[in-house]
């Protein structure tokens, strides 16, 4: 019996779907597998784990507070990789963002008692600019000189780390405590709890305004991919940068507007999570969404509004795996999708032939 | 070996092979036969399925039907290696050589022996003798990326000779050649032969095929439709009717034409390849409208840098103008605007891109202009409407036009390449070896083309490798030999010997040496005979 791989060149549009979900499929059944050589019981797990992300209107909502930060780095990376540029550094611009937020608050740029209608606004602004110029950095050592985008990404990551943790203990410490002081009302994004006088229903609902950001940005995303002549390049870039240039494109130019841009995807999440969830600056204000987004865009298969859906996904197991197990079995099942994803692909792209071998002359 | 007439038991045999692709049967209950000894050709138009049936032979697909005899005995190739182990191999057109390593470095590549300590000098006397047994001139000792294309199949073939094969496919071999090297090509192939090995000759072109080949065996639409015929009881417009099921245009006719004002100038062109070695050595030329100019050159003297230079997409010293505006030296987009259009050498890489869309690929150059455009935004239905228009025109063969452009066929490609170029209106055309591997009717629809636009006025730069078309198509005539133009020609004084000597360098007392770089624009007319 042998075993060998033939490309394929007949897979219609809906085949790489399939097998997307195929693999997840795949990944669970096997995530369970483990599940239960450790002596848990898959079926209950993962009971409890639906249970726990969509049980109810509460833990829904704190899915979609999970999934927020993941939607918006989850589309840096899935426009970045439309690209064929490998931007892994959504957790830099992510942090970076989140860093420029704070700084309009903390700073400060504004001065106190600046209403919201302001401040979050030139937050989102802050955010967006701070991730943004994260992401101009491999972008333009990209285009003007050839440097490894991975490897710039990759670095900066560590040092967006640093720069944060410098101004979480220093500059901006509260009283020597690695976060900051808690920002002003003005200064969180409104929360569907905020309501809850005028609603009492929606009590407790810790659903934020960066939710609307991360669909936003995912529609403006597959219009402007889908239906623009700027979409229209940067497709024909990522298929075929040869056909591109002789298009007439500059490529060079894309090159840095899509890492300006997908840095500033990242950094408004960034924005986000200061604003809507943690309300102050503080180390390890990111798990690795920046890293988790990487998974999310391949999942999407890059499609923007698939990213929305996709990242849902992901806060359901970030959030109720932590419900099982506070690191191992949750990060195992990450890995075990991302493993089973790499795998859809050589199939999507081969096919496997099993046969027995007749006769060699 | 026994000598093929008394051999009963063919070196290769196929039975009734069937392989399938989607929508389409590549092969349908094919058979062939390679006696010992013999140069067997296999004919048929691109998608006639004569690639897909070597490839079988030579183990890269697998048959869903039928069954493959090796001297009488049944095999399986699971691999290209399995095949070359069991003596079979093919030489394909594009080559598979590591430039920076030496000839026998390339040849021991991937052989189990030497197993451990590499005694270059013993390989290289082997590599040496067995080159001289067989008359492929090359240096065993030279580096990959200093020889020329005819010395790199000569390498391809070494390979597969010092692996012991006694079956060689050749898939196109002379589409890269002079016609100097075909010669010598077709020595080498008698001299295997003579030594009792069997030869698959693949190819488009007639002549040739009538000049090696023992056997012809022709394919079309998936089938045999003639087997083993002797050339001796064929003819080229048999051949050609059985290729294409229809008497086959010899030539398209070109009427005689006055050409309009120059379009396209030239001046003192010198630029690098992309190894920064110098390709352009001062070159001048002009195109006028309603003139088809031909550049004769063997691959890899500076033509594919020419029409980079022409067309924005490499940088050059001296200028380059079309309709009086410059455009060298700016990036592509600009000779677009200014009524470039590019047919370019490689369809699949640069003139398309492979998986998008064969709407998406035919408004690539049209999506920055109304109606396509609109304000930011690209309007859908406008787009498709401007692709059906096409798809019908230019009669492109695809299911859709939101089908993906990698699922064309060549000639499919070709014209969807073709239908977008034109439709942008353009002054000049740059065409860059624009039939390379199509078959018969899709080179007679690009000539058409092709002189349809030089009727409506647009100057055309052919560059071609094809001498044949070339002299059908062309009012002018000039030769390219290692950056410089070696010669110039009108039609009417152009003379195939002439031109083959200087595409090879070796014309200095033959033919009408032009000195280099001096084409002026009043002289390019460019025969020293005046056309009568």
Redesign the interface.
């Known amino acids: 019996m ?1 075993l ?1 791989l ?1 490309p394929r ?2 897979a219609p549009r809906w085949f790489a779907t399939a097998m997307t979900v195929a693999a997840f499929v795949f990944a669970l059944t096997l995530s369970g597998l483990i599940i239960a050589l450790v002596g848990g019981d898959p079926i209950r797990s993962y009971l409890h784990i639906v249970g726990a992300a969509f049980g109810s209107v509460g833990v829904i909502s704190d899915t979609l507070v999970k999934a927020t930060p993941l939607i918006l780095t989850g589309l840096a990376c899935a426009l970045a990789f439309r690209m064929r540029l490998w931007n892994i550094g959504a957790e830099g611009q992510f942090l970076l963002g989140a860093w420029g937020a704070s700084a309009v608050v903390l700073a400060p740029i504004l001065p106190a008692g600046t209403p919201a209608i302001v401040v979050i606004p030139v937050m989102m602004l802050a955010g967006a600019v701070a991730g943004g110029l994260w992401g101009f950095i491999p972008g333009i050592l990209r285009a003007r000189l050839g440097v490894s985008e991975i490897i710039v990404t990759l670095m900066l990551n560590y040092v967006a780390l640093s720069w944060v943790q410098f101004w979480v203990f220093g500059p901006w410490s509260e009283g020597g405590f690695q976060q900051t002081d808690a920002f002003p009302r003005e200064a969180w994004l409104p929360r569907l709890t905020d309501f809850a006088n005028a609603v009492p229903a929606l009590g407790g609902l810790t659903v934020h305004l960066g939710l609307i950001f991360g669909i936003v940005a995912a529609a403006i995303m597959w219009v402007a991919i889908e ?6 390049e940067i ?2 870039i990522g ?2 940068p ?9 490529i060079k130019r894309r090159i840095v507007v899509v890492f300006v841009i997908s840095g500033a995807l990242a950094g408004l999440g960034g924005m986000s999570e200061v604003s809507g969830v943690v309300h102050r600056l503080q180390d390890h204000i990111s798990p690795g969404y920046g890293f988790t987004a990487i998974i999310i865009a391949y999942l999407a298969r890059f499609g923007p509004l698939r990213v929305v859906v996709a990242s849902i996904l992901f806060g359901a197991l970030i959030l109720a795996g932590r419900e099982i197990q506070p690191q191992g079995i949750p990060a195992m099942i990450q890995g075990v999708i991302l493993f089973s994803l790499v795998g859809a692909d050589v199939l999507i792209r081969y096919r496997i ?1 099993f ?1 027995r ?5 | 070996m026994t000598p093929p007439a008394v051999a009963p038991v063919p070196a290769l045999e196929a039975h009734g092979i069937v392989k399938a ?2 929508g389409i049967v590549a092969n349908d209950e094919v058979d062939f036969d390679l006696r010992t000894g013999e140069i067997h050709a296999l004919l048929g138009e691109n998608g006639a399925g004569k690639s897909t049936l070597m490839n079988i032979l030579a183990g890269l ?2 048959p869903d039907a039928g069954e493959i005899r ?2 009488g ?7 290209p290696r ?1 095949a070359i ?3 079979l191999g093919m030489v394909h057109q594009h080559f598979t050589l590591v430039p920076s390593q030496t000839v026998t470095e390339n040849i021991l590549l991937g052989l189990d022996r030497p197993r451990f300590r590499l005694d270059l000098h013993r390989s290289e006397a082997e590599v040496g003798r067995l080159a001289g047994q067989f008359g492929l001139r090359v240096d065993p000792r030279a580096k990959i990326w200093q020889l020329s294309v005819g010395e790199q199949q000569r390498v391809e073939i070494l390979k597969m000779l010092y692996r012991g094969a006694r079956i060689l496919i050749m898939d196109e071999p002379t589409a890269v050649l002079a016609p100097q090297e075909v010669e010598e090509l077709f020595r080498t192939l008698r001299s295997m032969t003579a030594d009792g090995r069997s030869v698959v000759f693949i190819s488009h072109k007639l002549s040739e095929v009538l000049a090696i080949a023992d056997r012809i065996t022709v394919m079309r639409r998936g089938r045999v439709t003639a087997a083993g015929l002797v050339p001796a009881e064929t003819s080229t417009t048999d051949l050609a009717r059985r290729m294409v099921g229809r008497e086959a245009l010899e030539s398209v006719a070109r009427t005689p034409q006055r050409p309009g004002a120059r379009v396209l100038a030239v001046r003192d062109v010198a630029a690098d390849n992309d190894r920064g070695l110098p390709a352009l050595r001062s070159i001048s030329l002009d195109v006028a409208a309603g003139e088809i100019v031909g550049i004769a050159a063997v691959a890899g003297n500076g033509q594919s840098e020419l029409a980079q230079v022409i ?3 490499r940088p050059c010293s001296g200028s380059v103008t079309v309709g009086g505006e410059e455009v060298a030296n700016r ?7 200014h009524g470039v259009a ?1 047919v ?1 050498e ?1 369809r699949t ?8 869309s064969v709407s ?1 690929n035919l ?3 049209r ?2 202009d109304a109606p396509v ?1 609109r304000g ?3 309007d ?1 239905t406008a787009a498709r409407t401007l692709a059906q228009e096409l798809k019908d025109e230019y009669a492109i063969a695809a299911p859709s036009i939101d089908t993906e452009a990698r ?1 064309l066929s060549g000639g499919n490609l070709q014209r969807l390449i073709f239908a977008r170029e034109i439709d942008s209106g353009p002054r000049l055309m740059v065409a860059v070896q624009p039939t390379r591997g199509l078959d018969v009717g899709a080179i007679e629809a690009v000539h058409r083309v092709l002189l349809a636009r030089r009727e409506s006025g647009t100057a055309i730069l052919l560059i071609s490798e094809d001498l044949d078309e070339i002299l059908a198509l062309a009012d002018r005539v000039d030769v390219m030999f290692e950056g410089r133009i070696a010669g110039s020609f009108s039609a009417e004084t152009a003379d195939i010997q002439e031109i083959g000597l200087l595409m090879t360098g070796g014309g200095s007392e033959a033919g009408q040496p032009v000195e280099t770089g001096a084409v002026s624009g009043a002289s390019s007319g460019g025969a020293e005979r005046p056309p009568a």
């Open positions: 042998n060998s033939e060149t007949d239906r623009t002549r700027w979409g229209y497709r024909l298929d075929s040869a056909a591109a240039r002789y298009a007439g494109i500059d032939r046969e071998r007749l006769a060699t002359a | 692709f989607p697909y697998r090796l001297d005995v049944p095999v399986v190739f699971r691999s399995d182990m069991a003596g067309t924005g997409l990036h592509a987009g600009h000779a677009i605007r590019h370019p490689d890489g640069v003139g398309s891109a492979p998986n998008l998406d408004i690539m150059k999506y920055r455009a930011w935004f690209i859908d699922l």
